[in-house]
Each structure stands twice: as structure tokens, then as C-alpha cells.
T-cell receptor, first 115, second 111 residues
Framework: QKEVEQNSGPLSVPEGAIASLNCTYSDRGSQSFFWYRQYSGKSPELIMSIYSNGDKEDGRFTAQLNKASQYVSLLIRDSQPSDSATYLC???????????????FGKGTLLTVNP | DAGITQSPRHKVTETGTPVTLRCHQTENHRYMYWYRQDPGHGLRLIHY???????DKGEVSDGYSVSRSKTEDFLLTLESATSSQTSVYFC??????????FGPGTRLLVL
């Protein structure tokens, strides 16, 4: 069973701080990694995707991938109350291709940004 | 909005009745997925489709069937609903290895 684990949370940070969300995965050959944000009562929406080791920045968001450690993280700089949501880590497994592009999701981390 | 709609958005039904949920896309994406989301379990894949009439099981497929007779529509059927199938159901689409985009969800309550 390929697993994706996220820090359990909930995570609470003050406005303006850096929020750090972490995710580990068990399938060493995983190829693609995604972070989704889900507001309460809404559907998941893509925040970041990352495919190679290192950092990828998009505005206030930075995704970090370390395949050797099987670890992916999401940093949110200058956190805002509007960032308060559940963040889902998703991993595309090593056997993807052809008919199979399934994602395995972590259970999510609830982030609260306090004004 | 990735051009995905789900219907109905809310449904209350009784144990033992059949239920069909519909996912409709306007993006002509090849791949479509059905997930359920429950507290403490996260998003779990029920079934997926990689083309018209091409479907396969996900990790929690027992009690569910699917059909895809047209590119734009992917139907999820609960043949005989049980209380354990009370959940929020999300449809997602993708071109393949690219990002999956989610529909607005259907809240199903089985009494």
C-alpha cells in the first residue's frame, strides 16, 4: 500500500509568519507531487506541482522536493487569514502511465492563520 | 473553474435504494476519477476512467460501479446505498500525467 503522510496538525500561525507544511511518501519511485488547498465545504484546488528535486516558487508559495528523503513540503510566506484551509499533499506513484495516472492523497493538514 | 459539474449537489436517500451521481466535463479530458472524502480518511479513489467505456477500480470500489458512454460524462452508481456510503463525492479530470482538477462535489446522506 503506497502511503502519503502529512503532519497531523492543526497548524496555527500568526498573520505574516511562515507556515510550513510537510509530507512524506512511501513509494520511492513516485514521479509527480502536488499540493492542493481545500477551504471548508469546497473542493480541492491546485496550489503547486513539483516534479524534480529542489525548490519551486510561485508568489508566496514554495514547494520543496527531496526524493532521496521521500519528502515534499510547502512553505507559505507572509501568511494571511485567507490562507486558512486544509492543505492536501498528493503523489503520483511509480507505476503511473498508460491507463493509470492515479494520485494518492494524504489526509491533509488544517492551517489556521490568526490575525 | 475547470469546466466540471456534478449533479446532484446534495442528496438524501434511504438505505437499500440505488443512487447515481453524474460528473460532466466540457474540457474533453481523457481521464476522469471518482473520489470520496471522509473525516480521518482524506480523499480516496473509488473508480477511474481512461477513455470511453474504459474504467478500472480504485482503492475503495466495493459497492460502487461506474460507466462512461461519452467522453464528457462519468457516472457513479451505488447499487444499494448503505449508511457507510454517506460521504462527499468528488469527480476529477485530467489529461493524463498532468494535474487533476476537481468538481464542486456531491454531499450524499444515506439514512
Amino acid at each position: 500500500q503506497k502511503e502519503v503522510e502529512q503532519n497531523s496538525g492543526p497548524l496555527s500561525v500568526p498573520e505574516g509568519a511562515i507556515a510550513s507544511l510537510n509530507c512524506t511518501y512511501s513509494d520511492r519511485g513516485s514521479q509527480s507531487f502536488f499540493w492542493y488547498r481545500q477551504y471548508s465545504g469546497k473542493s480541492p484546488e491546485l496550489i503547486m506541482s513539483i516534479y524534480s528535486n529542489g525548490d519551486k516558487e510561485d508568489g508566496r508559495f514554495t514547494a520543496q522536493l527531496n526524493k532521496a528523503s521521500q519528502y515534499v513540503s510547502l512553505l507559505i510566506r507572509d501568511s494571511q487569514p485567507s490562507d486558512s484551509a486544509t492543505y492536501l499533499c498528493a503523489v503520483q506513484p511509480s507505476n503511473s502511465g498508460g491507463s493509470n495516472y492515479k494520485l494518492t492523497f494524504g489526509k491533509g493538514t488544517l492551517l489556521t492563520v490568526n490575525p | 473553474d475547470a469546466g466540471i459539474t456534478q449533479s446532484p449537489r446534495h442528496k438524501v436517500t434511504e438505505t437499500g435504494t440505488p443512487v447515481t451521481l453524474r460528473c460532466h466535463q466540457t474540457e474533453n479530458h481523457r481521464y476522469m476519477y471518482w473520489y470520496r472524502q471522509d473525516p480521518g480518511h482524506g480523499l480516496r479513489l473509488i473508480h477511474y476512467s481512461y477513455g470511453v467505456k474504459d474504467t478500472d477500480k480504485g482503492e475503495v470500489s466495493d459497492g460502487y460501479s461506474v460507466s462512461r458512454s461519452k467522453t464528457e460524462d462519468f457516472l457513479l452508481t451505488l447499487e444499494s446505498a448503505t449508511s457507510s456510503q454517506t460521504s462527499v463525492y468528488f469527480c476529477a479530470i485530467s489529461r493524463g500525467a498532468e494535474t487533476q482538477y476537481f468538481g464542486p462535489g456531491t454531499r450524499l446522506l444515506v439514512l
